[in-house]
């Protein structure tokens, strides 16, 4: 009876997994703050997204972690750099069984760490990063993304990439916008894993949202939608489903939240020491994350949860 009349569910098809590539190496390497994830090798990663395929996950997004770092971030749009190089293997290997989507960002390829171009007074230059930005979703619908990713909340980003696919002939490359997205300490682990440091111990408060506001997220996500986004993000999850259902209320188009790096390793950590039952929170959570209204769910807990959905 509970199942038949239960108002919310948790499917495959809701499922997107966080997954890294690292230039460089021949084998997967262990993330210390984020257990059971991995740097993966070219190699391994192919690997990994046919398994994700065969059990059923819809969509992954990709993140690349580069050799080399510069002031610009420039191995973001090579088209040898190490999620180009990816984004073809797995097109070659999947062709579109996969959603194949690219976080669109800089700061995992800057040396300082942010998600731009630094001026000299250290701000982040807004209108010069569009460059940068517009530069890497041509390469990574180049190599075969279906969707991009903007994660590094610049004023104007969707606008001006959409604008730029369209003019290289990526008509259908979609645009799933991070909207609303805060400065959270959530994304510590995160940081670990694409061994990115913020330069003299600096922050993103000057780009993302402050996470005492509500009714800005709403204004963010408008704004995104009026410049051409195809979906829409809030991230984090967990301590944000207000947002989530504030903007269910508003957006019609598909709604995506991210379950980051943080709210994962906190219930890794407390489940390995048996505080809780790692199983059953993630569960729950990820359950709580639909039910405030959202379609789909970025969570490193996909693989998981597809196998436990089998
Ligand atoms: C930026 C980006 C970040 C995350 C996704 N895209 C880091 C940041 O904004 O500092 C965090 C994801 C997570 O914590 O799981 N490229």
Known sequence: ??????????????????????????????????????????QSLREEVRQLRDLGV?????????????????QAWNPDGVVQ???????????????????LCVDEYTDHGH????DDAGRVDNDATLDLYVRAAVAQATAGAHVVAPSGMMDGQVAAIRAELDS???????????AAKYASALYGPFRDAVDVNIADGGDRKGYQQDFRNAREALEEIRADIAQGADMVMVKPAMAYLDI???????VDLPLAAYQVSGEYAM???AGANGWIDEDAVSFEH?????????????????????????
């Open 286 to 310: 990820l359950i709580a994350i639909k039910r405030a209204g959202a379609d789909m769910i970025l969570t490193y807990f996909a693989r998981d949860i597809a196998e436990r959905l089998q």
């Open 244 to 250: 989530i259902a504030k903007a269910r209320e508003e």
């Open 115 to 118: 998600c731009g171009i630094v």
């Open 85 to 103: 190089v990816a984004m073809r293997d797995l097109r070659e290997d999947l062709g579109d069984d996969v959603v194949l989507m690219t976080d």
């Open 267 to 269: 219930v890794k950590a």
């Open 1 to 42: 009876m509970r199942r038949l009349v239960a108002e919310t569910t948790l499917d495959v098809d809701d499922l997107i997994a966080p997954l890294f590539v690292r230039e460089g190496i021949d084998s997967p390497e262990p993330i210390h703050s984020l257990p059971g994830v991995v740097q993966h090798s070219r």
């Open 168 to 178: 290289h002939g990526f008509i259908d490359t979609a645009i799933l916008a991070y």
């Open 58 to 74: 819809p969509a992954i997004v990709l993140f690349g972690v580069p050799e080399t770092k510069d002031a610009t971030g420039s």
